[in-house]
């Protein structure tokens, strides 16, 4: 299966920006959905685990939802800072397989 | 404090075998629950997930890239090793090992930990 992700999305500081995952067969809630951050030159993080569990340290202005319906999770950031422009990644697990999304790259002007 | 840390040759030949090494601490592959995964990004691209090797030695792969790739551990040394063959332009990248932990019921999770990252640049 696949992930697919907007290639990018932008946002004013303290807006809040939706980041999307959608899942190309199979239903996004059989299996957990996890995101991380990549800022500029470094690894990634994990940001949420688990669908809706924030990882440690991370505020909660990140959280994540999960709709059957489009069968997708969605990332979402509130109150937007500069330091949160970074690429934003979705993965999965299925039938012994790790699927990462094609990421997205935030930018906050 | 977990940490892993890549290595490998910065460049090979296409045709050529990669071997990577990944050398953790902080944790034990003799503990279950645990795995170590390599995952890798072509520059300015996005992450593409390799292999990962578990605490019981079981491996799983990348379904399309299953033919090239080998996965060994070497638990007393602390260290996972991946080969990739036949070595191509297009496998350019940076080659990142991962903790996943703790590992759930089907084998699944999400990297927990990642190391800094080692780029591989293949010439033709």
């Known amino acids: 299966f696949l992930l697919t992700q907007p290639h990018s999305v932008s946002e004013s500081p303290g807006n809040t920006v939706i980041i999307s995952c959608t899942r190309s067969?199979?239903?996004?809630?059989?299996?957990?959905v996890h995101w991380y951050q990549q800022r500029p030159g470094s690894a990634p993080t994990i940001l949420t685990y688990?669908?809706?569990?924030?990882a440690s340290g991370v505020p909660d202005r990140f959280s994540v939802s999960i709709d059957s319906s489009s069968n997708s999770a969605s990332l979402f950031i509130s109150g937007l800072k500069t330091e949160d422009e970074a690429d934003y990644y979705c993965?999965?697990?299925?039938?012994?397989?790790?699927?990462f999304g094609g990421g997205t790259k935030l930018t906050v002007l | 404090q977990i940490a892993l840390k890549e290595s490998g040759p910065p460049l090979v030949k296409a045709t050529q075998t990669l071997t990577l090494t990944c050398t953790f601490s902080?944790?034990?592959?003799?503990?279950?629950?645990?795995?170590v995964g390599w995952i890798r990004q072509p520059p300015g691209k996005a992450l593409e997930w390799l292999a990962l090797?578990?605490?019981?030695?079981?491996?799983r792969y990348n379904p399309s890239l299953r033919t090239r790739l080998t996965i060994i551990r070497d638990a007393s040394k602390n260290r996972v090793m991946l080969t990739l063959t036949n070595m191509d332009p297009v496998d350019t990248g940076t080659y990142y090992c991962?903790?996943?932990?703790?590992?759930?019921?089907?084998?699944?999770?999400?990297?927990?930990?990642w190391g800094l990252g080692t780029l591989v640049t293949v010439s033709s």
């Open positions: 902080g944790f034990s592959l003799n503990t279950g629950g645990v795995a």
């Open positions: 090797i578990y605490w019981d030695e079981d491996q």
């Open positions: 993965q999965s697990y299925d039938s012994n397989t790790v699927v």
């Open positions: 688990d669908d809706y569990q924030r």
């Open positions: 067969s199979g239903n996004i809630a059989d299996n957990f």
């Open positions: 991962a903790r996943m932990f703790p590992v759930g019921v089907l084998k699944g999770g999400w990297f927990d930990s």
